[in-house]
Structure formats: structure tokens, C-alpha cells
């Protein structure tokens, strides 16, 4: 017989507030406090390195409708894309849950990429590099939403910190968004520690450690979670597959920034 007194019974409700008719839900919440967090710590980046802090909201903007619309089209189409070929109108409901990270890099970089081409004054490697920094604290936060709507819950464990998600059922599980958002939070501090001593001086160490830690945690991570589907054998997920392309670069790219074998354009000079 399970005994829940050793384990943490979880069962919030999804709605955070309520205001007159209008429902707040804790995911919507931390969606927008993540917009609010990037955009300061983005002003304090660009105001340390001299830089104009005019069009952060815009580039911001562009970052985040680019990057949920990645979002979503990678979960539709690496996790689910019999279901929304059948359901296609269900496609832009991402109210009923269904983001994918991988997506959402490519697509934020995209929205990032744009925006450079529409303003001139913006070097794309230069502020990817430093715009990055500010990125850890959108996922830790996108991840206590996750955990508030208890959902992507880990594999069955013993551990006294487990989990028993009573919207789900009666199993102790790995919280493994409570371990993701922790993380990343712990890569945010890293990450900002790093600005100070750097500053501007490795090109292309932001992305890199940016790459390489939060993939490199999310492959690990995914081994106390129910694996989507498997591939190589059985060894690993197609999470995971998708993580690995995404890691290894980070790797080389910090490998590079180290050795000072990048740099950022000369244009840099006028950039403010």
C-alpha cells in the first residue's frame, strides 16, 4: 500500500487568479513574467555594454511570436502530427498545452534574424550572443507553469522528494520540471556571473554555454521522464535525438569562443 506521507501530493489548481470574469492561469502567468524578466535583464546587459536599449521591447516581441509559433510547429510535428493532421483546427490552440523547446530556439532565432534584417544597426551575431543571456530565465519560469498544470511529469521513483500528481494519478513521480526549472535557474546565475567577467571580450561564449548547458541538462533529465518514443536502439528518446545536434554545437561553439577563433563584425564600433 503506497503511503503518501512520504511523498509531496501535488494537485494546484491551474487558474492562478480570478478578476471579475477574467481567469488568469498560472502558465499564462509565467509566460508573462518571463516577457518581464528578459526584457530587464536584457536592458541591463545592453546598458553595460553601451549599447541603444530603445528597441528591446521590439526585438523581444519579434523573439517571442517567432519563437512560440517554433514552439508549436515542433510539438505538432515531431510529437503529435497524426493527431493534428486529423485535427487541424486544433493546430493554434496553444492554450491546451503543447510547446516544444527545440522549436522554439529556431524559431526565437528566426524572429531575431528578422529583426536585424529590419534594423540595420543590429549585428545578428552580436545580439543573439548577448540576448541569449537573458533566455534561462523565460525557460525556468515557462517550467514552474508546467509544474502548475501538472504537466510533463517523470517516470515512477521512490525518492522522497517524489511527486504524486493527484490530477494524473496515484504513482510518486520524478517532478522533472521542478528539476528543469531549478537548472535553469542555476544556468541564469552562471550565465549572468559570466557576463561580468566576459563582458564582450569571447564572441559566441554566450550561445555556446547557453547551448551546451541547457541541452546537455535536458538530455540527462529526459532519462526520469516517460519517454515519447525511442530511437537508436532503445537507448535514447526523440527528445533526446533532437537535443544531441543542439548540445554538440554548443560544445564546439564554446570551444571556438574560448580560443577567441570568433568575433563579431567590425560594424560592431558604431553599434548605439
Same mark, same amino acid.
Given at each position: ?10 494537485? &494546484? ?9 477574467? %481567469? ?17 535583464? %536584457?536592458? +541591463? ?11 528591446? %521591447?521590439?526585438?523581444?516581441? +519579434? ?24 485535427? &487541424? ?31 540595420? /544597426? ?37 525518492? &522522497? ?38 563582458? /564582450?571580450?569571447? &564572441?559566441?561564449? +554566450? ?8 541541452? %546537455? ?10 519517454p515519447d518514443a525511442v530511437v537508436l536502439g532503445g537507448l535514447i528518446s526523440s527528445t533526446q535525438a533532437l537535443d544531441l545536434p543542439f548540445m554538440l554545437a554548443g560544445y564546439v561553439l ?19
Amino acid at each position: 500500500m503506497l503511503n503518501h506521507l512520504l511523498y509531496i501530493l501535488w494537485g &494546484p489548481s491551474a487558474e492562478a487568479l480570478h478578476i471579475g470574469p477574467v %481567469t488568469v492561469k498560472w502558465y499564462g502567468l509565467c509566460w508573462a513574467s518571463s516577457l518581464f524578466a528578459c526584457f530587464y535583464l %536584457t536592458q +541591463y546587459i545592453f546598458r553595460k555594454t553601451g549599447r541603444n536599449e530603445e528597441k528591446i %521591447t521590439t526585438a523581444i516581441q +519579434y523573439i517571442f511570436v517567432f519563437g512560440l509559433m517554433g514552439s508549436r510547429l515542433a510539438h505538432v510535428i515531431f510529437y503529435n502530427l497524426d493527431y493534428y493532421l486529423a485535427n &487541424p483546427l486544433e493546430i493554434p490552440m496553444i492554450w491546451r498545452g503543447g510547446l516544444a523547446s527545440h522549436g522554439g530556439v529556431v524559431g526565437g532565432l528566426l524572429g531575431l534574424y528578422i529583426f536585424c534584417r529590419r534594423n540595420k /544597426e543590429f549585428s545578428f551575431f552580436w545580439l543573439m550572443d548577448h540576448g541569449i543571456i537573458a533566455i534561462p530565465i523565460m525557460a525556468a519560469l515557462i517550467r514552474f507553469g508546467n509544474l502548475m498544470n501538472s504537466e510533463l511529469y517523470g517516470k515512477h521513483t521512490t525518492l &522522497p522528494w517524489a511527486f504524486i500528481f493527484e490530477q494524473v494519478d496515484n504513482v510518486p513521480r520524478h517532478p522533472v520540471v521542478l528539476y528543469e526549472s531549478i537548472s535553469y535557474l542555476l544556468i541564469q546565475l552562471l550565465m549572468l556571473y559570466a557576463f561580468t567577467k566576459i563582458k /564582450e571580450s569571447k &564572441p559566441g561564449i +554566450y550561445i555556446g554555454l547557453f547551448m551546451a548547458l541547457i541541452f %546537455t541538462i535536458r538530455f540527462a533529465l529526459e532519462f526520469t521522464k516517460e519517454p515519447d518514443a525511442v530511437v537508436l536502439g532503445g537507448l535514447i528518446s526523440s527528445t533526446q535525438a533532437l537535443d544531441l545536434p543542439f548540445m554538440l554545437a554548443g560544445y564546439v561553439l564554446t570551444y571556438l569562443a574560448l580560443n577567441n577563433k570568433l568575433k563579431y563584425p567590425e560594424t560592431e564600433a558604431a553599434y548605439g
